[in-house]
């Protein structure tokens, strides 16, 4: 499975901003989705995480209530709708599938995209 997200950018405190996972090859209902991200300095972290059949949506403490997750299964793509950014937000985010809910490793992984947030 491949994956290349898209999206990121350079928004102002308060803004939104929609990251897309577009999917390619074959895809197992099984899968889960994950968003993750990587800010200077810091080590990557978990931001949320979907079902790819959809439902069992996660997410970190940080983004609740302000983060959604969803999925199109029509269009092989997962996305991210980031509401009221805060500059702490600011990190690569990156893309990510395991096989299944069990699976202790996130073993596909797609190239990141810069979410910047400025104050």
């Known amino acids: 499975v491949q994956l290349q997200a898209s999206g990121g950018g350079l928004v102002q405190a308060g803004d939104s901003l929609r990251l897309s996972c577009a999917a390619s090859?074959?895809?197992?209902?099984?899968?889960?989705m994950g968003w993750f991200r990587q800010a200077p300095g810091k080590e990557r972290e978990f931001v949320s995480s979907?079902?790819?059949?959809?439902?069992?949506?996660r997410y970190a403490d940080a983004v609740k209530g302000r983060f959604t997750i969803s999925s199109d299964n029509a269009k092989n793509t997962v996305y991210l709708q980031m509401n009221s950014l805060k500059p702490e937000d600011t990190a690569v985010y990156s893309c990510?599938?395991?096989?299944?809910?069990?699976?202790?490793?996130?073993?596909?992984w797609g190239q990141g995209t810069q979410v910047t947030v400025s104050s």
């Open positions: 990510a599938a395991k096989s299944s809910v069990y699976a202790n490793v996130w073993s596909m």
């Open positions: 090859g074959r895809i197992f209902s099984t899968y889960v």
């Open positions: 979907i079902r790819w059949s959809g439902g069992d949506t």
